[in-house]
């Protein structure tokens, strides 16, 4: 008997490659991918009630948000209308349904806001910060879901992951979009200057695709009412992500910083300990940082 797995925001980045990864059978042999359809706004709860009643899931991973951070800066009503009250029409329909398999939370790392550089790397006993609207709408969406499975006796798991990147991300994040410079470069169609921002900051990069296992991961073996962080526990600086591109890539250019991309309240190093993820469920990362990097440049390429 085939087991269907609900997916919101499955038309994002993560989401695409978590729909490939259930149909390699990343989720075991007999699960259906059931994609949120885009003309259904979780913040209209008619409309997700008569949806996850024609679904009958069996496994629901909540991937859906409103994740950029300026927008959420811009607009943090709508953000927690979406992040929050969106996560709550959802739940609901769940309970109407009588809903009984695993409901996996997306949130982010990024909802530890600030850390402190002597209490790298940031683990579970971290104490969350939130510094944006994003984030805080993302702890609060957590805390939610987590009382929902504790007073209606469901299985609730929390993931946590920190940047993802891989091939089809969007250029309005770093990695990508410097990968855009660099095969613009390489193909002459810009000079050879790369305009940056603080690229000595540091990051905890984990493949999208690495990512996507980890929440298989989790909900096949991870215990509810649990937290898991997803992170590959290694610390790079931006500037070395973009030299190891340009030797990839086989170029070479200025790398110039533009005032303009300073963002000065940003965290300037971080990196996660998802050692208890690993001892819980098996997880680790296994896809090397130059294929990754080799994956962004030939999805750039190509797109």
Same mark, same amino acid.
């Given at each position: ?8 925001? /499955? ?8 729909? /490939? ?19 259904? =706004? ?12 024609? *679904?009958?899931?069996?496994?629901? &991973?909540?991937?859906?948000? #409103?994740?950029? *951070?300026?927008?959420? $800066? ?7 209308? +979406?992040?929050? &009250? ?9 309970? &109407?349904?009588?809903?009984?398999? @695993? ?6 790392? =990024? $909802?530890?806001?600030?850390? =402190?550089?002597?209490?790298?790397? *940031? ?15 993302? %702890? ?6 987590? #009382?929902?499975? @504790? ?13 993802? +990147? ?23 169609? #810009?000079?050879?200057? +790369?305009?940056?921002?603080? &690229? ?28 898991? %962080? ?27 910083? =533009?005032? /303009? ?18 001892? #819980? ?14 994956? +962004? ?7």
């Amino acid at each position: 008997m085939s087991s269907r797995l609900l997916v919101t925001g /499955a038309s994002g980045f993560v989401g695409r490659h978590l729909l /490939a990864a259930v149909d390699a059978g990343m989720f075991g042999e007999n699960v259906q991918a059931v994609a949120w359809p885009g003309g259904r =706004d979780l913040r209209d709860a008619s409309a997700v009630a008569e949806f996850v009643a024609e *679904v009958g899931a069996t496994d629901v &991973i909540h991937l859906a948000a #409103q994740s950029f *951070v300026p927008r959420a $800066i811009a607009q943090p009503r709508e953000t927690y209308e +979406i992040n929050v &009250i969106g996560t709550l029409n959802l739940l609901e329909a769940l309970t &109407i349904t009588e809903f009984r398999g @695993r409901f996996l939370y997306i949130s982010s790392g =990024d $909802i530890y806001g600030r850390v =402190d550089l002597d209490d790298l790397p *940031v683990n579970l006993a971290t104490v969350p910060r939130p510094g944006n609207p994003y984030a805080s709408s993302k %702890l609060a969406a957590e805390e939610l879901c987590l #009382q929902w499975g @504790r007073r209606t006796h469901r299985d609730v798991l929390i993931a946590r992951p920190f940047n993802h +990147i891989g091939p089809g991300q969007s250029s309005d994040f770093v990695v990508s979009s410097l990968a855009h410079q660099v095969v613009a470069i390489k193909e002459g169609r #810009q000079p050879p200057v +790369i305009d940056v921002g603080d &690229i000595e900051a540091t990051r905890d990069f984990t493949d999208v695709r690495d990512v996507v296992a980890a929440y298989a991961a989790i909900l096949a073996k991870g215990t509810a009412q649990t937290r898991y %962080l997803v992170a590959s526990g290694v610390e790079r600086t931006v500037a070395k992500v973009l030299q190891q591109m340009l030797t990839l890539a086989g170029t070479t250019a200025e790398v110039r910083v =533009d005032p /303009a991309r300073l963002r000065p309240s940003d965290q300037r190093r971080m990196v996660a300990d998802a050692s208890q993820t690993t001892q #819980q469920t098996g997880w680790r990362p296994t896809i090397s940082f130059d294929q990754t990097l080799n994956d +962004i440049l030939t999805s750039v390429r190509t797109s």
